[in-house]
């Protein structure tokens, strides 16, 4: 085994036959390989309702992969007892799992000879409710493909045909590539460098990620995207909410005492399928219901029983709205509907009784949705044809959301990302207040995402500082920042409109500005591959005059590079402490030396800061076995009293002298080898502890007056005029934004699908809405590389399967899918689950780009996106317009046999 591992580190074994090798090691991964999406017609089990909403039918894809996560989660992943390994000499370490996903797992691997042999997940104590296990998924599984994947990339390389002299940028991403020495490597970017800002200044670099190295040097032009949270970016805390509404519900045990579970745009089993997953498992066991709304009957779905509300992509704002209409009639005609007493003592502008002090003008919610201002009521009738939610439904929605329900109406935010999404926030909120389902047990209006998904409060355990001081990026405050819809457009026009850094100082009144961009650095991103108008991107890499780029892999940003730089895998670094849930703090350590002649980012700072003549000591003042040991050391729990923090790890001077570091002892709760060893830390919960009672809300209900919410009004602002300030400011639509939550009409959404803009009328060109869900087998584009995962889970495109049918498509055949900006290929899944009238690309495939024909055979999602911007800005990454077909060229491979990027340099 080991001797074969080593092969395959050592590139000796292609990934064909790696697979074929592996197909055992492969289901252990997967739990069950996923041979592929089939036609079915059966019904899935689903909760009883009134309404009798079930699923129409459900794909093998969906239903594999929501038996495996439920298999994974409810089912320890091995026994309490220490796996034996039958090699002696191996040894168990805690090692990372670090991508974005959120969760920060449990993810424990077997060394033996310096290679993997085993891997494990939470095994340090017995599963329980109260107290469970801190379970990883099949990502994290796969994750020592990522450290020794035969596709790593093992020396400094620069694109054959580049030179100073000469770049020929336009061979970029067609090049060849040949090994250079890091001295080499390093002189070529600092040159490029000096020479870029000599003649054009630090506006001359385009920085996406961290670039330390370049801040230090006078600062970079970068980016600012919606990206995962859209519309919710928008200084949402001018409504009442917590920044991106983020940890906003309850402490995950009271999802007990809900009668209903709303999963709303969420699809956890996929996004994080680890123990939030489990959370939700174990109140489906205990007898709660769940709801779910999403164009697609999802895994997590099927998974819990879940009754399904269909609800068309982009159109949630007017489906809301129905909603909200539908809870007035019903309690006018039944009562216990609405909660008005909880409306009139902590909410603001809800009808003309209730307005807001700061208001420009005299408008109210409630007018609104009695068409008092348009002539158009927002009755459940109006919004059903817009959102293809049938009335029925909309109905039984309205009815489980009404006051006498204990809900926890949990969103993701998938339906943020959205043209036309702005007022989803304010609507969503507005709809979870109307039943009062805030800070009562068994209720909460909330996010439901990573690591807090399902489990909101205050951390009860926390990691401390590296001790690295903050490196500012001074060209941030110039306003240097184009959106990321404008980013590639701006590097050949020079033009953009600044409005803001969405995820650092917050959105802004948009700002004409101009930009001079020459060369573009990567470090720590993906941001060619995840970014909107990827094709325009890839033109706007060739463009420039440099592109270097850190990497482990050739990914799509190094493969569109002059020079790559690669990077460690933090399986490679000393280890860190990383913040997970709020009972759990994880703690990992270095699993191999670095490999080939990668280094970690310090010493590839380290050595660029010092040939731009810079002192590498004012960004990393110390060692990054300091940093680990700092954070370690400024680690605190809870305390007994639940209010005070002590120190988490006790450090005798024996431990000090051993790390060779500074520092001082300390009692902590834990040893430091212990805490090492356990691979961290996580607070013992028990029933009915005090932690229990979190909810975020709590205080505002107790006292509305002492413990104000951060909006004007200090409540909750169903109408608020600061939203619409900072909507109308923005300048990138021709239009008027009101302060309550109203549908707009999108420039790019289902209205687009039909020729002249109108619903009911003729099909335009591009009569498909377009999505891009979350996908297993990936973290974003994370690892879409990975063997195991490439062969337990496809790369499809999910189409409807009448739409499919009416085209002569049927499953596993090969599908173009096209928008206005790109053309893709991807394997048809055909799925009775999914809504007609959608195409969903699950995201985060690697683009891999023909050449002749300008088609990516790789399917990736953003290289259907365009450069259209209305509205706050928001990329709309799931409602763009396309169309498809069944392609008639040669039939796609199973692209676990294709694209494998394993470069052989001497």
């Known amino acids: 085994m080991t001797k074969w591992i080593k092969k395959l580190a050592n590139g000796q074994i292609s990934r064909r036959s790696f697979l074929k090798g592996s197909a055992a090691a492969a289901a252990a991964i997967a739990g069950l390989s996923l041979a592929g999406c089939q036609n079915v017609s059966e019904t899935p089990s689903s909760s009883a309702s009134a309404a009798g909403t079930t699923a129409a039918g459900t794909t093998a894809a969906a239903s594999t992969a929501a038996e495996t996560t439920a298999q994974a989660t409810t089912e320890a992943a091995v026994d309490h007892a220490p796996i034996v390994d039958p090699e002696e000499g191996g040894r168990w370490i805690a090692a990372a799992c670090w991508h974005n996903c959120g969760g920060r797992c449990m993810n424990k691997v077997m060394i033996k000879d310096g290679m993997v042999v085993r891997q494990k997940t939470d095994d340090t104590h017995p599963d329980s409710f109260a107290y469970p296990q801190q379970r990883g998924c099949v990502r994290g599984k796969a994750q020592q493909q990522q ?6 990339l093992r020396y400094p390389m620069k694109r ?19 090994r250079i020495s890091w001295e080499e490597a390093i002189q070529y970017v600092a040159d490029q460098v000096k020479a870029t800002k000599e003649k054009y200044g630090n506006g001359g670099f385009l920085g996406i990620g961290n670039n330390k190295w370049l801040r230090a040097y006078g600062g970079f032009v970068t980016k600012s995207d919606t990206t995962s949270h859209g519309t919710y970016n928008m200084n949402v805390t001018n409504l009442g909410l917590p920044s991106i509404d983020s940890n906003s519900g309850n402490d995950r045990t009271d999802m007990l005492n809900a009668d209903t579970i709303i999963l709303y745009s969420s699809n956890p089993a996929w996004s994080t399928a680890g123990t939030p997953s489990y959370h ?43 909603v909200a209409s539908e809870m007035l009639r019903l309690d006018e005609e039944q009562g216990d509907i609405v909660d008005w007493e909880f409306l009139d003592k902590y909410t603001v502008g809800f009808d003309a009784d209730h307005k807001p002090a700061d208001l420009k003008e005299d408008v109210n919610f409630l007018s609104y949705l009695k068409g008092e201002y348009d002539g158009t009521p927002k009755t459940a009738e109006w919004a059903s044809e817009i959102c293809g939610v049938p009335v029925e439904k909309i109905t039984f929605f309205a009815e489980a959301l009404g006051k006498k329900h204990n809900v926890w109406f949990m969103h993701n935010y998938g339906a943020a990302r959205c043209y036309g999404s702005e007022n989803l926030a304010q609507i969503y909120m507005t709809v979870g207040l109307m039943g009062g389902h805030i800070a009562k047990p068994g209720n909460c209006t909330a996010s439901s995402y990573h690591a807090a998904s399902g489990n909101s409060g205050p951390a009860l355990v926390k990691g401390g500082g590296t001790g690295l001081p903050g490196i500012a990026n001074p060209l941030n405050a110039t306003k240097d920042v184009i959106p990321a819809l404008q980013m590639y457009d701006a590097i050949f026009s020079g033009k953009y409109r600044y409005s803001g850094m969405y995820y650092a100082t917050g959105p802004a009144p948009g700002e004409d500005r101009t930009c001079d961009i020459h060369l573009i650095t990567h470090d720590g991103d993906a941001n060619l591959q995840t970014a909107p108008y990827m094709k325009r991107g890839i033109e706007a890499h060739r463009a420039v005059d440099f592109v270097v780029s850190k990497a482990q892999f050739l990914t799509t940003n190094a493969k569109y590079s002059d020079i790559v730089l690669p990077v460690t895998t933090e399986w490679e670094t000393p280890g860190a402490v990383a913040a997970t849930n709020r009972e759990f703090l994880f703690c990992y350590s270095q699993v191999t030396e670095p490999l080939y002649e990668a280094k970690t980012d310090q010493e590839i700072d380290t050595l660029l800061m010092e040939a731009l003549d810079l002192d590498p000591a004012t960004v990393y003042p110390i060692s990054q076995k300091q940093q680990f040991f700092n954070a370690i050391a400024g680690s ?14 006790t450090i005798t001077e024996d431990d000090i002298k051993e790390w060779g570091v500074e520092g001082e002892p300390q009692e902590g709760r834990v040893g430091l080898q212990e805490f090492i060893d356990n691979g961290g830390y996580q607070v013992e919960r028990t029933d009915g502890d005090r932690f229990s009672d979190f909810k975020t809300y709590s205080a505002f209900i107790e006292d509305p007056e002492a413990n104000p919410l951060p909006s004007a009004s200090g409540k909750f602002e169903i109408t608020c005029q600061a939203k619409a300030d900072l909507f109308n400011a923005f300048g990138y ?37 377009l999505f891009n869900p979350h996908y297993l087998r990936r973290s974003h584009s994370v690892f879409n590389n990975c063997p195991w995962l490439r062969e337990a889970w496809p790369n499809p495109v999910f189409l409807n399967a009448s739409d499919a049918k009416e085209k002569k498509i049927q499953t596993g055949d090969t599908v173009k899918v096209w928008t206005p900006y790109g053309e893709v290929l991807r394997k048809a899944c055909c799925m009775e689950s999914l809504m007609p009238g959608h195409v ?13 024909t300008g088609i990516d055979k790789g399917g990736a999602d953003n290289y259907l996106m365009g450069h259209d911007i209305y509205g706050s800005g928001v990329s709309g990454y799931n409602n763009c317009n396309c169309n498809f077909e069944k392609y008639d060229g040669e039939a796609l491979e199973d692209d676990c046999y294709t694209d494998s990027r394993i470069l052989d340099l001497k």
């Open 636 to 649: 605190t729990v809870i305390q007994e009293n639940g209010s005070e923090f002590e120190p988490l790890v």
């Open 733 to 769: 639509s021709d239009r008027t934004y009101q302060p309550y939550p109203e549908y707009i009409v999108p420039e790019l959404g289902y209205e687009t699908t039909f020729k002249d803009g109108k619903i009911g009328g003729e099909k335009g060109e591009y009569p498909y809405l």
């Open 160 to 178: 054959k045909n580049w030179s100073p002299e000469n770049p020929n940028g336009e061979l970029r991403g067609k090049d060849e590539w040949e």
């Open 280 to 322: 939700y498992l174990r109140a489906k066991e205990a007898g709660v219901k769940f709801i779910t709304v999403d164009p697609i009957y999802t895994p997590s779905a099927q998974m819990l029983d879940a009754t399904w509300i269909p609800v068309r992509t982009g159109t949630d704002t007017a489906f809301l709205l129905g």
């Open 840 to 852: 969903g690309i699950p995201h985060g495939a690697w683009s891999n780009v023909d050449e002749k």
């Open 147 to 152: 450290c020794f994947g035969a596709d790593r």
